[in-house]
Structures are given as structure tokens and as C-alpha cells.
């Protein structure tokens, strides 16, 4: 059965996707623009649970930020937008 997987997987390449004529193929070569430019957070199950999207989240952040400058007027926390 595993057999029968694999052929199907191989057959789903389409004829146009010859990646044999690909020339001068560079692995990685966008990772550090990928990396200065993305900023992903994994959140454990259970938090994310609470927050429906990337919105919720922002909007818990920015109300935690301000509950930490109230608590500490002098604290360094500085609110970025």
C-alpha cells in the first residue's frame, strides 16, 4: 500500500515542472531577506485557543503594554505602531 502512495505522489508532477532544466539553483538564497522581514510567533495550543487571529493577539500585546507602563511609569517599554 505504501507502494501504491508513493506512485501516486509521482504522478501528481506536472510535465511542465522540469526542475532537471533548472539552472544555477541556489538553496537558501532569499532565507536572510525571509528572516529580517517575517516576524512568526508559535503560540503553544492553549493560548491560541483564546485568540481567534493575528489581530486578538496584537490587541492582547498592546493592552498588556499598557497595563506594564501604568504599573511602572518609568519603566522602558516603548509602544511601537
Do not use: C, H, S, W
Request: charged letters at 35%; a negative charge.
Amino acid at each position: 500500500m505504501k507502494k501504491e502512495f508513493e506512485n501516486e505522489m509521482e504522478d501528481e508532477l506536472r510535465p511542465e515542472y522540469d526542475f532537471t532544466q533548472m539552472e544555477e539553483g541556489v538553496r537558501g538564497k532569499y532565507i536572510e531577506r525571509y528572516r529580517r522581514q517575517t516576524n512568526l510567533v508559535r503560540l503553544d495550543p492553549d493560548v491560541a485557543q483564546a485568540f481567534p487571529n493575528d489581530e486578538a493577539v496584537n490587541e492582547a500585546l498592546r493592552l498588556l503594554i499598557q497595563i506594564a507602563q501604568r504599573q511602572q511609569p518609568k519603566n522602558t517599554v516603548q509602544q511601537t505602531e
